[in-house]
């Protein structure tokens, strides 16, 4: 389960379902995967619909209309197209909420995206660099863009036993005496900077029998990285474990949690290796270096830079005491990112969209400085605090 999907399965089941019904609707087809999003309890719904077909708008008005959607939150392009025109003809409150950190948007976005600028309420990005490609390629007005950062179920993370991290690495077939392993989760894609992974793997790799080198993930790029190591003559220490349910447990058995990304939003996982305590060597990229400092909690270096990459990776190694106080140090800011937090700025959020739209006709004039700052609050505190009763909205996320 990757990306958003993943997000929405954190997310949703921990709103109050006293004060919100929370519903998910995907423009396209059903969803065949081994996990889908209806096994976690909470209602889905799919268009079936095609990228460009017009009959997706008067659908997706008849469904929000059936549901009683008082607030939509779309995530992609489609949605996000689709979604604020609904949004506008209902005159219900819509959130724009945007994960990547692109140049551009593709020639068929920019209409729609200078059209609905107006009638955003918000957007929310995951990332500073995700603010500046809102604002830069989507168009959008830069004080309704707020920098909202997600997090991961803490209580799901944490560090585990040497017990269970050897179960872990068998599974993975890394058991064995005096292994040493540095791995990734991640897409295998090339923004995510794998093949500079295995260079740094082969720098190290023929002096260094005993490391494992694990990349957890699919995506296009695995043939070609395959193909990298096995002409670096490093096949056998190198490990493509594939898709892996139990992302915890492959966190669990590294040593080392690697992100070699050439950029980024703020991904998911970075989160949960905070979590896990583990440590991290990171590249100096965007969403990244948002909650990752060197040698604070982590060790950064430049991206595209093998050898660098390499001995970054063999310092933490070698280093005890370095790594039990980036870890450690990595383990108290994920404090800062418990999905629950983000949660609870969400609900606050509905509930103000909610009240200005029915305490008027139709759009607010917003005062976004004023109206939207809890979402500039810290996260640890956020998540600690109770939010104050109101009155229910549900809210629903179509994905990308």
Same mark, same amino acid.
């Given at each position: ?59 997706? %008005? ?14 992609? +392009? &489609? ?9 506008m003809w209902l005159r219900i409150p819509n959130v724009l ?17 200078? /059209? ?21 390629? *989507?168009? /959008? ?6 920098? !909202? ?18 179960e872990a690495r068998g599974k993975l077939g890394l058991a064995?005496?005096?292994?040493? !392993? ?25 002096? *260094? ?7 957890? &993930? ?12 096995? *002409? ?5 220490? %190198?490990?493509?474990? &594939? ?12 040593? !080392?949690? %690697? ?5 980024? &939003? ?42 660098? #990459?390499?001995?970054?990776? !063999? ?10 106080? #980036? ?22 959020? +509905? ?18 400085? *004023? ?15 109770? %939010? ?13």
């Amino acid at each position: 389960m990757h990306g958003v999907k993943r997000l929405f399965s954190w997310m949703i089941p921990r709103f109050d379902t006293d004060r919100f019904r929370v519903s998910l609707l995907s423009l396209r087809k059903k969803d065949l995967s081994e996990e889908t999003l209806e096994q976690f309890g909470f209602p889905v719904h799919y268009l079936e619909k095609s990228r460009f077909d017009p009959s997706t708008f008067p659908a997706l %008005v008849r469904l929000l209309k059936k549901l009683e959607i008082d607030v939509i939150q779309t995530h992609g +392009y &489609g949605a996000t197209t689709f979604g604020r025109a609904a949004a506008m003809w209902l005159r219900i409150p819509n959130v724009l909420h945007e994960h990547a950190n692109l140049t551009d948007t593709p020639w068929f976005q920019k209409i729609p995206d200078k /059209l609905f600028d107006p009638f955003t309420d918000l957007a929310i990005a995951v990332s500073e660099s995700t603010r500046r490609f809102c604002v830069e390629a *989507r168009k /959008l007005a830069p004080e309704r863009v707020k920098v !909202v950062y997600l997090g991961a179920p803490l209580e799901d993370f944490q560090p585990w036993s040497a017990e269970r991290v050897r179960e872990a690495r068998g599974k993975l077939g890394l058991a064995g005496p005096g292994l040493r !392993v540095l791995g990734t989760v991640t897409r295998l894609h090339e923004s995510k900077g794998n093949r500079y992974l295995v260079e740094a793997a082969a720098l190290l790799a023929r002096e *260094r029998p005993e490391l494992r080198f694990v990349f957890v &993930g699919e995506g296009p790029l695995q043939p070609d990285l395959e193909a990298q190591a096995r *002409r670096l003559g490093i096949e056998h220490q %190198v490990v493509f474990a &594939g898709f892996q349910k139990d992302v915890a447990a492959a966190f669990a058995s590294f040593d !080392v949690a %690697v992100f070699p990304s050439l950029w980024e &939003g703020t991904p998911l996982t970075v989160f949960e290796a905070m979590a896990m305590a583990k440590p991290i060597v990171s590249t100096d990229v965007d969403g990244l270096r948002d909650v990752l400092q060197d040698d604070l909690n982590s060790l950064v270096v430049p991206p595209r830079d093998p050898e660098v #990459l390499a001995h970054a990776m !063999v310092r933490m190694l070698d280093d005890p005491s370095l790594a039990r106080r #980036l870890s450690g140090a990595a383990r108290e800011a994920s404090r800062r990112f418990d999905i629950q937090g983000f949660v609870n700025k969400m609900s606050r959020l +509905y509930e103000v969209l909610v009240e200005r739209y029915r305490a008027g006709w139709g759009r607010p004039r917003w005062d976004y400085q *004023r109206d939207f700052n809890f979402l500039d609050e810290d996260p640890v505190a956020t998540s600690h605090r109770a %939010v104050p009763e109101s009155s229910t909205a549900g809210a629903m996320a179509p994905p990308r």
